[in-house]
């Protein structure tokens, strides 16, 4: 039982005591979790373009599940070198293909994380007429950014200094607390987790960040999933070599 409250505790005990107190196990075995059955992670890239007739725009949507586990203490590196990557708005994603080309109205990466299965997406609604070369910039900014170029020293100081600034206002809610003791609870942290980040980002280092981000994502492994008109998308689309597979809208 998780509670927020401004209540003393004894309050909030005797509370849950007079609903609870009482209660017992019933007599079946609770369930059990089995991760064994998930799909195998494709090997090479390849895209799947949804077929929407007279769509204006299309969306780009690429993901794969990573080894990452929220568990690990390196799971803040992650998120920090995703940060340089796609994870705000200053990341270079959305740099290229907002606020550089123009081409789209906000570029994302993020992990999705659930257990025993982090995955990792990247999210593109873009101009129909620059499909292709909105995923072309996608897949060279990424492979780019996890082989070689890497986060800089100016990315660095940004990130670090714009989480620990944030921290304090991460719990301005009760919500906000609740969800913050939930996710102890769920990847085992101790309960003053969130009062060792600030260390943990000053010790940070552009080197520890592309360790943590080039160990979680594979540049190869991305499947694309493009939703657009196939008429116009998908000539744009043949120039990348890559596998497509069309389906038509609710297949």
């Known amino acids: 039982v998780f509670v927020v409250s401004d209540r003393p ?20 075995a609770k369930g059990t979790k089995s991760f064994g059955s998930m799909a195998a992670m494709p090997t090479e890239p390849r895209i799947v373009l949804i077929n929407r007739p007279n769509s204006p725009q299309s969306f780009i949507l690429g993901g794969q599940r990573t080894p990452v586990d929220p ?5 803040v590196d992650f998120l920090n070198a995703n940060n340089a990557l796609g994870g705000n708005f200053l990341a270079r994603l959305n ?4 606020e550089d080309k123009g081409w789209s109205y906000g570029v994302r990466g993020a992990p999705q994380t659930n257990e025993n299965a982090v995955g990792y997406l990247i999210s593109a609604p873009v101009q129909a007429d620059r499909t292709g070369d909105a995923l072309a910039e996608l897949i ?26 944030e921290l304090p206002g991460q719990f301005e809610t009760s919500g906000a607390v609740l969800g913050a003791m939930q996710q102890n609870a769920l990847y085992g942290r101790p309960d003053n987790y969130y009062e060792t980040l600030a ?20 540049p190869d492994r991305f499947v694309w999933v493009v939703v657009g008109d196939a008429s116009v998308v998908r000539p744009q689309l043949d120039s ?12």
């Open 9 to 28: 505790l004894n309050e909030i005990v005797s509370a849950l005591n007079a609903v609870f107190g009482d209660w017992q196990a019933p007599n079946v």
């Open 71 to 75: 568990r690990e203490p390196t799971y």
């Open 95 to 98: 740099m290229n293909l907002r």
């Open 140 to 165: 060279r900014e990424t492979g780019e950014f996890l082989d070689s170029d890497g986060v800089t020293d100016a990315e660095l100081e940004r990130i670090v200094t714009a989480q620990i600034g």
């Open 199 to 218: 260390a943990r980002y000053r010790a940070q280092t552009g080197e520890s960040l592309d360790a943590a981000v080039r160990a979680a994502i594979d």
């Open 240 to 251: 990348l070599g890559l596998d497509i597979e069309v389906r038509e809208m609710g297949q």
